[in-house]
């Protein structure tokens, strides 16, 4: 199946319970971590606020990330939160961000994780096509940390250019883990969570199939969008190559495969895509 036979999937994924809180000022977060040098705010979102700080002891730059007391106090806020942080803690990878502590403080809960201080994937390609051999360079790397959390039994299923980001010498490292999840936890009966173009079918349609092939959709939908400038049309599909001028069509078959509707079509594991996305590197442009 070729994705011009793809359904899109609903443009509504149901979010947790939108609750309001406070932000907390820089002086407030460094009254309650003094043991960082809080410099700055960096972004808020629906799970809390991010921060950026030094280590004092280290002289290491962080960011911490801090569910706020209203937030800590409900219960499936908490649960998520809580989760992210376990599920961070097993992983170790270069294109992972890494956690590097856990904790509460004042009744609200706080991750503390390394900092990358370039932008996200999004602000830096966003509506751009980009040259095809840096877009391959990028989506190997984000493959390999994916292929790293699949073997440590995660999924993270929200894959998708805001959560990525670039550090100084433009490596990519993939992060908010908020909606990851173990592979053996089934998603049947729950709240259906993700991002509308870059979330797999079956996450709308039938979570019994949510597995690593999920989180491979989204990869292969994010190299269509940084060789063409554009998320693919599912109902009018145009292949990479016929986009743009610039593009081998060996990326033709990779990105097809990818983001095949039904997830028995697509790549069966990060290895598999992996060795797809290698070969590619040997293909002169326009071959």
Known sequence: MTPDDQQPSSDTLEPLEVIDFELLSI????????Q??????IAEGGMGAVYSATQNSLERAIAIKILPAELSAHTEYSAQFRAEADLMSRLNHPNLIALYEFGEVHDM???????????????????SAIDQSVALDLVIALTE?????????????????GNILLDTNGNPKLGDFGLARSLTESEVGKTIFGTPGYT?????????????????YSLGVILYELLTGSL???????????????????????????????????????????????ALKVLEPNE
């Open 27 to 34: 002086e407030e977060v460094q009254a309650y971590f003094p």
């Open 36 to 41: 960082y040098k809080i410099q700055s705010f």
């Open 109 to 127: 809960l706080y991750i503390v994780m390394e900092l990358v201080t370039g932008k996200s994937l999004h602000h830096s390609a966003h509506q």
């Open 145 to 161: 940390g994916v292929d790293h959390m699949h073997k440590m039994g995660i999924l993270h299923r929200d894959i998708k250019p």
């Open 200 to 216: 797999a079918p079956e996450v709308v349609d039938n979570t019994e199939l949510i597995d690593e092939r999920s989180d491979i």
């Open 232 to 278: 693919p049309d599912l109902q009018s599909y145009i292949p990479p190559s016929q986009v743009g001028l610039a593009i081998d069509s060996g990326f033709d078959d990779v990105v097809n495969r990818a983001i095949a509707a039904e997830p028995h079509n697509r790549y069966h594991g990060a290895q598999e895509f992996l060795s797809k996305l290698y």
